[in-house]
């Protein structure tokens, strides 16, 4: 699970705009990191190992924001939906301007 993480966290840096979208996040994860690029190629097992793994990728990205709170989404709503509390969004906000003073 280490690896998945460290790709997933990766993802959620690289492309900001899958911290809101779960299912983008694995059908990325699967184009970059399973397929190389060529999701449309896979057979009827490697599709069902990819079911199960999807649980992982998922699983990745709410430790990362939920207990890291490590790039967090950047949709209110989302963040409403999935429960992130203002003040830890805020708290975010400031830790990303404290990286940014200090380069």
Known sequence: MKVVKERVEKLLEEIPGLRNND???VWTYWEVYETS????SI?????INFLMDADTIKRCRRIIQNDENRYLPNSEEVRKHR???QYKW???LKSL?????LF
Request: proline residues 0%.
């Open 43 to 47: 057979n009827r097992e490697q599709y």
């Open 23 to 25: 299912e983008l996040l």
């Open 97 to 101: 301007h404290k990286e940014r003073e």
């Open 90 to 92: 805020e708290l975010y």
């Open 83 to 85: 429960k992130i509390k």
């Open 37 to 40: 690029g060529n999701l449309q």
